[in-house]
């Protein structure tokens, strides 16, 4: 199995910056994209920011010159860096790894953080 564990949400005025961490563990052979999505009250989780193995990353246009996601493969970390926040970015963030935990291809899933909350708000 493999775990994902986030951490740096928080409350943040509008304007502001905050990071997002999300560390996997486990029987993790190899991890292929590792990404955030984010879910506000009422509405579908959606996509915010995603990461290759190989560092090729996409965003979505609400975030686009905002936010930065990084990763660091030898410690199966990633990083989202948050700036200029708005309240509409107010949601709950859920870590997203794909993960292959054997020799076996057929061993590759998704797993999901918990989830951390993200407030913006004056």
């Known amino acids: 199995q493999v775990q994902l564990v986030e951490s740096g949400g928080g409350l943040v005025q509008p304007g502001g910056s905050l990071r997002l961490s999300c560390a996997a563990s486990?029987?993790?052979?190899?991890?292929?994209?590792m990404g955030w999505y984010r879910q506000a009250p009422g509405e579908q989780r959606e996509l915010v920011a995603g990461?290759?193995?190989?560092?090729?990353?996409n965003y979505a246009d609400s975030v686009k010159g905002r936010f930065t996601i990084s990763r660091d493969n030898a410690k199966n970390t990633v990083t989202l860096q948050m700036n200029s926040l708005k309240p509409e970015d107010t949601a709950v963030y859920y870590c997203?790894?794909?993960?292959?935990?054997?020799?076996?291809?057929?061993?590759?899933?998704?797993?999901w953080g918990q989830g951390t909350q993200v407030t913006v708000s004056s």
């Open positions: 990461i290759s193995s190989g560092g090729n990353t």
């Open positions: 997203n790894a794909d993960v292959r935990t054997s020799a076996l291809v057929a061993d590759r899933k998704r797993y």
């Open positions: 486990g029987s993790i052979v190899i991890i292929y994209v």
